[in-house]
């Protein structure tokens, strides 16, 4: 079953996983800013923006704004 990540936009710049995974968090000049395990992924400290996800089923788009 695939991961989805909600909610996307996300005002407060915390996402959400329908499964727990490991998960890395990069900019979009490709730099690991945050990595984790679980079912929460908070970017809320960092600058609203796209990122991305990588999870082991593959990359999503997270926009915080």
């Known amino acids: 079953q695939a991961i989805r990540v909600f909610p996307v936009p996300s ?13 890395i968090v990069y900019s979009v000049n490709g730099i690991k800013i945050l990595s984790g395990t ?4 908070d970017i809320s400290s960092f600058s609203k923006g ?5 999870m ?10």
Not at 11 to 23: C, E, K, M, Q, R
Not at 50 to 54: I, N, Q, R, S
Not at 56 to 65: A, E, F, I, R, V
């Open 50 to 54: 796209t990122y991305f996800l990588k």
């Open 38 to 41: 679980g079912t929460i992924v």
């Open 11 to 23: 005002p407060t710049g915390i996402f959400n996983l329908t499964i727990a995974s490991d998960w």
């Open 56 to 65: 082991k089923d593959g990359t999503k788009s997270l926009l915080y704004n």
